[in-house]
């Protein structure tokens, strides 16, 4: 391929099968001939991976590495990556080699056919049943609320051209979510089938405060319907409150009924009082998201590089 090929992988805690990783691509590489510039970001791992990455530059001389100063957590990652990648096409993998490196040759092939961007959809998740379920519930969810079209079971694994990856930068979010970010900046866009494979060794970064903050990202980044919703449910409490308060008072003025019920009373302003505070919960979610934004404080610490 005449083509320059970036292949962008986020390291967290990756060393013990690093190794493995590098003899995957590198043999795709070889037998797809390709101009390869491989950027692997270790974001904060406290195994020894940026020791890892060092010793592989070595030997794999198209290796560039960037060591951030904390965990960032896996978008921002990503996004450091994006930033520094100069290829003509751009793939994102996952260290674990669940997105095998052998599968980006179809995916290439649909940006030679003129696609902007091919992206993973998986065909079957391996995670428990608890985990399919909540992921199945957010994507459905997301949909659902999203101003845009953000496809399920999609994920970060794709490949892109890299003027699909310049738009996708002039969004200086604090907080990405990549995948509606690529979902967001349009051109033409596939989606492919494929299975993903189990994690080669290692626990899974992803912890469950780290799906929520993915989750809240997407929702409140590409979403207007939680305000929304606030104004639906305060005309729904009013509409209520309304209907309510005049079988009260009909109650009292037209058959002289005394009004009781200390435990309904008590029922109704807890259940409001509950759901103003949820409602304040919503709001404060985005003057958060706005204060970090208005801050301008950069979205990451570079502490070392390799070849960059």
């Known amino acids: 391929m005449s083509k320059k090929i970036s292949i962008l992988v986020p390291i967290y805690n990756s060393a013990s ?49 960037i060591k951030l100063s904390k965990n960032f957590g896996h978008q921002i990652a990503v996004k450091t990556a994006l930033s520094h990648c100069t290829g003509d096409y ?34 079957k998740r391996k995670e428990s049943l608890i985990k399919r379920i909540c992921y199945s519930a957010f994507y459905k969810i997301l949909k659902g609320m999203s101003d845009i079209h953000i496809p399920i079971d999609s994920g970060d694994f794709c490949v892109m051209k890299k003027h699909v990856v310049d738009n996708m930068l002039k969004l200086k979010e604090q907080s990405p979510f990549l995948r509606g970010i ?34 809240a990202d997407g929702i409140f980044s590409f979403s207007n319907a939680p305000i929304r919703l606030i104004t639906l449910l305060g005309l729904l409490g009013f509409g209520f409150a309304v209907v309510y308060s005049s079988m009260v008072l009909f109650a009292f003025f037209a058959h002289d009924i005394a009004v009781k019920g200390f435990a309904t009373l008590a029922i ?32 990451m610490v570079i502490e070392k590089t390799i070849n960059i």
Not at 47 to 59: A, R
Not at 270 to 288: H, N, P, R, T, W
């Open 182 to 215: 690529r979902s967001w900046v349009g051109f033409k866009q596939i989606g492919i089938e494929y299975e993903r494979a189990a994690r080669y060794d290692g626990q899974s970064g992803y912890s469950l405060k780290k799906l929520l903050k993915i989750a």
């Open 90 to 123: 751009v793939a994102i993998i996952d260290d674990d080699l669940q997105d095998p490196p052998e599968l980006l040759p179809n995916f290439f092939e649909y940006l030679d056919k003129g696609y902007d961007v091919a992206y993973g959809v998986r065909k």
């Open 268 to 299: 109704i302003i807890s259940f409001f009082s509950s759901l103003i505070l949820i409602c304040l919960g919503i709001i404060g979610e985005y003057i958060v998201r706005i204060y970090n934004e208005v801050r301008e404080r950069p979205y």
């Open 17 to 65: 099968f690093m190794s493995k990783l590098l003899e995957a691509i590198d043999a795709q590489r070889k037998k797809s001939d390709w101009n390869l510039e491989l950027i692997l970001v270790d974001d904060g791992s406290k195994d020894g991976s940026y020791e890892k990455i060092e010793e592989l530059s070595k030997t794999y001389h198209y290796i560039k590495g």
